[in-house]
């Protein structure tokens, strides 16, 4: 699935992007901040001004539900657009993931016409994709933070709240970095 020793290096990136930032290790890591200090930019479709408002409408409307974020490339730097219309918890890791392809340097393998909202998108291939959601996790919830979150019997709702994630995201972390077998052994002793 991965190439060898990529797991760990998103750990390791995990760690020294909150370093590098001045957080501790275990302390949340918003991906608006992180955006601003990669120098992308991050709007909603309201911010476009140029797009129909018409469209606009559509998006954070009707066809909400179709899309999370994108990223557009630019000359000077990047542009993420993201959808107002999810919930925080979804709005950070839809921006984490597009961050994610940005750090990773993905480079965007098919452009289409999305029927429902009539714009032009691109999208990467699946590899990618997993490359990109497994960094994006990582950087939210770095297996420190949830043996922290283990550690200190914080509560699921209050870690959702603390680091800004949904609760599917923190199960989904605790369960693939084996922190909950991890702490169920610990357990038995």
């Not at 950070?92 to 909202?117: Q, R, Y």
Request: hydrophobic share 40%; proline share 5%.
């Amino acid at each position: 699935m991965f190439r060898r020793g990529f797991k760990s290096w998103c750990e390791e990136t995990a760690l020294n992007v909150r370093r590098h930032q001045g957080l501790a290790s275990t302390a949340p890591l918003s991906p608006f901040v992180l955006a601003r200090e990669l120098r992308v930019e991050v709007i909603q479709p309201a911010d476009l001004k140029d797009l129909p408002e018409d469209v606009r409408r559509r998006l954070v409307g009707q066809h909400s539900d179709c899309w999370s974020a994108l990223t557009i490339p630019g000359k000077r730097r990047p542009l993420v657009v993201y959808n107002p219309s999810h919930s925080a918890a979804r709005q950070n890791s839809d921006l984490m993931h597009e961050l994610a392809h940005i750090f990773l340097g993905h480079k965007p393998t098919m452009l289409f016409v999305d029927p429902n909202t009539d714009l032009a998108l691109r999208t990467h291939d699946k590899a990618q994709e997993e490359e990109a959601n497994w960094l994006a996790g990582s950087l939210l919830l770095p297996r420190e933070v949830l043996l922290y979150i283990k550690s200190t019997g914080l509560s699921d709702e209050s870690a959702c709240r603390q680091y800004g994630v949904s609760a599917k995201m923190l199960s989904y972390r605790m369960n693939v970095s084996g922190v909950n077998l991890q702490h169920r052994r610990s357990q038995r002793w």
